[in-house]
Nanobody
Framework: QVQLVESGGGLAQPGGSLTLSCAAS????????MNWYRQPPKKQRELVAS???????TYADSVKGRFTISRNGAEDTVNLQMHSLTPEDAAVYFC???????????WGEGTPITVSS
């Protein structure tokens, strides 16, 4: 059974940085795409960043230039580096992936980010 475990959430100051990590229980090369989503309080869940099997990356306009998604195949992890954080970035962040056959979708439990002075 595939499991995704996020870590690195917590409290950051405005303008500060945090790095999130998503650890998969199997090789990440079984997945067609890996994503980071976030859901602010009382708002809809939104896609923040994606990285494909081929390594192509995509970012939401709101985080482009501030966030960077990357992967480490040897460690079966996907990371999200976040810089210049604002209160609007506060949310629960979720790791998400879809397998190569596009038959199964997996979600982590989520890790909360708070941005406050």
């Amino acid at each position: 059974q595939v499991q995704l475990v996020e870590s690195g959430g917590g409290l950051a100051q405005p303008g500060g940085s945090l790095t999130l990590s998503c650890a998969a229980s199997v090789t990440i090369y079984r997945f067609s795409v890996m994503n980071w989503y976030r859901q602010p309080p009382k708002k809809q869940r939104e896609l923040v960043a994606s990285i494909t099997l081929e390594g192509a990356t995509t970012y939401a306009d709101s985080v482009k230039g501030r966030f960077t998604i990357s992967r480490n195949g040897a460690e079966d992890t996907v990371n999200l580096q976040m810089h210049s954080l604002t209160p609007e970035d506060a949310a629960v962040y979720f790791c998400n992936t879809i397998d190569l056959l596009k038959r199964n979708e997996y979600w982590g439990e989520g890790t909360p980010i708070t941005v406050s002075s």
